[in-house]
């Protein structure tokens, strides 16, 4: 059995711990700009309506879980304002989940947030920012992480 990585050189540590306290001044952001009741998970959801409307069972493919869990997570986030659920144009058994204005708002807050913090972490690392920016890149290419997010099928954990 080999002995662990100290914990400085350990890089699945790092980024977990950068990560979490990344979050967590995201969400006081978020938090303060008026949207303390979303969590980080609800936004797995709010990727894939920022396109347009979506059914629960195309949610649910999306989201790699069941149609009750995604009936479940919009109820919640309808009942807060961020989406509505409106019948489809083409079948009215059908009902589609899209974003309010306050759900838009919502994702502008978390860009905004998310900006700051980009700007916060660049202004830490000075001039080697953009060379570690390309090998983390390069990391998330290699490992299929960067796939993984473009394609928006990162999951919640």
């Known amino acids: 059995m080999t002995a662990p990585e100290p914990i400085g050189e350990d890089l699945v540590l790092l980024f977990t711990a950068l990560s979490a306290t990344?979050?967590?001044?995201?969400?006081?952001?978020?938090?303060?700009?008026?949207?303390?009741?979303?969590?980080?998970?609800?936004?797995f959801l709010v990727q894939h309506l920022h396109h347009g409307?979506?059914?629960?069972?195309?949610?649910?493919?999306?989201?790699?879980?069941?149609?009750?869990?995604?009936?479940?997570?919009?109820?919640?986030?309808e009942r807060k304002g961020y989406v509505s659920r409106t019948p489809a144009a083409d079948d009215q058994r059908r009902r589609e989940v899209e974003l309010t204005q306050k759900g838009w708002d919502a994702i502008y807050a978390t860009r905004k947030a998310r900006a700051n913090v980009n700007r916060e972490l660049r202004a830490a690392l000075?001039?080697?920012?953009?060379?570690?920016?390309?090998?983390?890149?390069?990391?998330?290419?290699?490992?299929?992480?960067?796939?993984?997010?473009?394609?928006?099928?990162?999951?919640?954990?």
């Not at 967590?24 to 303060?32: F, G, K, P, Q, S």
């Open 22 to 43: 990344t979050q967590a001044e995201i969400t006081a952001a978020i938090d303060r700009a008026g949207f303390g009741d979303l969590r980080p998970s609800d936004g």
């Open 53 to 77: 409307p979506a059914t629960i069972g195309e949610l649910a493919t999306k989201l790699g879980i069941t149609a009750q869990g995604v009936s479940k997570i919009v109820i919640e986030m």
């Open 126 to 157: 000075g001039p080697g920012a953009q060379a570690f920016l390309d090998q983390v890149h390069q990391l998330a290419e290699s490992t299929g992480a960067l796939a993984a997010l473009t394609e928006r099928r990162l999951r919640p954990q």
